[in-house]
């Protein structure tokens, strides 16, 4: 710019969602950040949420953060620099966690909010000036032709309870396409128009079993404690994080898409720490007996698995250290309990249908070892033929 000031201009990815909703997302988030937290994060200077303006496209105007990310210096930094900038990543997130929200969804800007969609003012504690609401969830996408994932105003929120946020879950087979257009007096107006693509009679008694277990679920005193809706990174990963020679965060940025969720989805392992899916909370880290007698392949990828593991566990300590005791409690949620919410928008891909069967296998199988009452109310037979859908029955598991 004319002052030397360098800013960046950031417009949306296809593949994020719908572009009005999602750029509008994103700026309330970063002001609200700025505004309510210590959060290193961009100043937006300018922005437009409407495709039709005289660029073609949304887009965010904002100051450049200094620094540099954390992808092009992390293999060089000490096993120290790593676990300081954990613990300040961990502090950050408490800070957020701390955040109190009316309902879960997508920050907006009040008057920016989708049209003719619900949403929830947030608290004069937090917001003053009555700058800010909670609406729908902006981060839709699908698999299927590349198209948007369609939702209409109850499957994309916001909703005020974890039953609600539920109960939308069984409604997305019936799609809908969710776009934007300027009104007569050029004000963004969503527009929903009706999909075919409708659940076969297999597909609707999945749905109709997971109706019958999710109501368990959101009245489990476990799943409530650690419900509290939470805004969170949509994926920390090492290029979000801009960071100064001596390791300071200076910058977390790509707010795109971040979300109001209940806790147990958002407490998760930072993308920044590549833990493997396979390690769970908790895990012992890999024995290292008989290490001598390994080849030199196989003692260097021990030794990064016991680093990368390592870190992770540095991680959760670090939570603990926080006094984040209730963002570790749900991290160690009970998969069996979270599966089906960590489900939910599986629905929209072509292999949700198999994500979804699993699950249910797994809570059924586990129903009383989890402590969930009574006996599971849907029983499920085996499969007949590889591409025969399982059968639900509104009756005990034995």
């Known amino acids: 710019m004319d002052d030397r000031r360098e800013v960046l201009v950031k417009t949306p990815r296809t593949i994020a969602g719908s572009g009005c909703f999602a750029t509008a997302s994103e700026v309330a988030t970063l ?36 620094g540099v990310a954390l992808d092009g210096i992390w293999e060089g930094l000490s096993t120290l620099q790593r676990y300081s900038i954990i613990e300040k990543v961990v502090a950050m997130e408490k800070e957020l966690a701390c955040l109190e929200f009316p309902a879960y969804g997508a920050l907006y800007l009040r008057g920016s909010e989708p049209a003719n969609l619900r949403y929830h ?63 007569e007096g050029g004000e963004l107006q969503s527009r929903m128009h009706e999909s075919p693509d409708l659940p076969d009679p297999e597909g609707q008694d999945l749905l109709e079993s997971i109706s019958t277990i999710l109501p368990i679920l959101c009245s489990d005193h476990r799943i409530l404690k650690v419900s509290k809706p939470t805004l969170r990174h949509p994926g920390l990963s090492l290029d979000n994080i801009l960071v100064s020679a001596t390791t300071r965060i200076l910058g977390i940025i790509s707010w795109w898409s971040a979300a109001i ?34 080849s030199s ?29 209730l963002a570790h409690e749900a991290m160690n949620l009970d998969r069996n309990l979270s599966g089906l919410f960590r489900c939910r928008d599986s629905l929209d891909l072509a292999d949700g249908d198999s994500k979804l069967r699993s699950h249910l296998q797994s809570i059924a199988a586990n129903w009383t070892g989890v402590g969930l009452p009574g006996t599971c109310p849907v029983t499920i037979r085996g499969r007949e033929g590889r591409q025969c859908s399982m059968r639900w029955e509104g009756v005990s598991c034995s």
């Open 297 to 325: 392949e196989q003692k260097q990828s021990a030794l990064r698995l016991q680093c990368t593991l390592a870190r992770s566990r540095y991680y959760e300590m670090c939570i603990v250290e926080h006094d984040s005791h």
């Open 121 to 183: 003012p947030v608290s004069d504690a937090l917001d003053s000036a009555d700058s800010f609401c909670v609406g729908p969830l902006c981060n839709a996408r699908s698999k299927q032709g590349g198209g948007e994932s369609s939702r209409d105003s109850g499957t994309s929120g916001p909703w005020v309870s974890l039953a609600e946020l539920a109960s939308s879950s069984t409604q997305l087979k019936t799609r809908t396409k969710q776009t934007c257009q300027k009104d």
């Open 31 to 66: 002001k609200f950040l700025r505004q309510s937290t210590s959060l290193p994060v961009p100043r937006v200077l300018a922005w437009n949420a409407d495709s039709a303006n005289e660029i073609g496209s949304e887009y965010i105007i904002m100051d450049k953060t200094p």
């Open 261 to 294: 969720l209940p806790l147990f989805l958002q407490t998760r392992f930072p993308r920044f720490l590549a833990t493997p899916p396979s390690y769970n909370p908790g895990d012992p880290l890999p024995s290292l007996a008989g290490f001598a007698s390994w």
